[in-house]
């Protein structure tokens, strides 16, 4: 493999009444805008670039070391089939819980990891970490559940993940066929060609593949002859309206309708009341994921969940 590795570079200048508080800042300040505007280049700092907010600055400082510190954490949401209420499957979601702080939630953190390229580290530990916990749940009950792993475009589209994929599966011995990854449309902006061949050869190792936030994205739906996904995920904003906005109701029926026709599964995000997957069920939802069944939970919370709810199945079945 040839890697070609390029750098951006902010510079400031020592002033007289500089602290190294603002040297820092502000070269941060010019280097944040010479990834954003000059890739590759370098900037000096001018007071006219909007300061990076030192909250952010602080972040991407504490997210650097946060997997050293062990501050990362893995939860995980059941998947429902909701022909039975059976538990068909895990999303693996990411948290970070700070020294003397809560838990911080990814949507605040994930554009930062993006923006640093600090995903790149935190995806391989993401699946390492999940495939780790398959394995030890089915040493425990006998039984290998589906995982779905979420990863971003700046992640599938960085040479060698196809590679650092199966590294971690040889690693794990998680079964591929059982490796579910979360993929969303952003990453069908770029080249095209390049994301069909990383695509092909996910699938070629047996791995399951879904669109995340299906329908809110904003390419046209002929990538979905192109890339044979297994699953789509339908967005949480359409179930949240789909008892009682009437034009979710035909959309999602349509996109179950859509996904059936081209061999494809739904699974239905953010579920929170009963009538919601009632309607789901009857609509022909094959699954559905949310607060209704289980917030994402610690590994030993989703396996007590998981037994007790495997348990209640199987009393219900003999009765
Ligand atoms: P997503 O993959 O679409 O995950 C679903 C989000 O909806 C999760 O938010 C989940 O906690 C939340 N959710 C689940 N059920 C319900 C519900 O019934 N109602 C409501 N209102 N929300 C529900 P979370 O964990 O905050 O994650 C947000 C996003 O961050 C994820 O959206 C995903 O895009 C990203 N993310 C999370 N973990 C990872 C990761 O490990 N890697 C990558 N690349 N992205 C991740
Ligand atoms: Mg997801
Ligand atoms: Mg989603």
Redesign the pocket.
Known sequence: HQLYISASIGISRAQAYSTPEVLQREGYTALYHAKKTAKGKWLHFEPSMAAVSPERLEMEMCLRSALAKNEMR??Y?PQVKLASGAICGA?????WKPEGLGTI???AF?PI??ETGL?LE??RW?LQE?CRQGIEWRRKTGVQLRM?????A??FLNPGFVESVEQTLQETGFPPEFLEL?L?ESLLVGDFTQARAIFDRLRGLGILTAV??FGIGQSSLSYLHELPFHRL?I??SF??GITDDEKSRPLVENIIRLASDMGMSTIA????HQDQMDLLRELGCDEG?????A??LPAEDFLGLWLDHTACCTAKMKR
């Open positions: 893995v939860y949401q999303e693996a979601l990411l948290r939630s990814p949507a994930i990891l993006e995903m935190f995806g993401i999940a779905a792993v979420n990863v971003s700046v992640e979360e969303t995340d936030d995920k967005d949480q179930t949240a995000e953010g579920i929170e994921q949310g607060y209704l069944f917030k994402p």
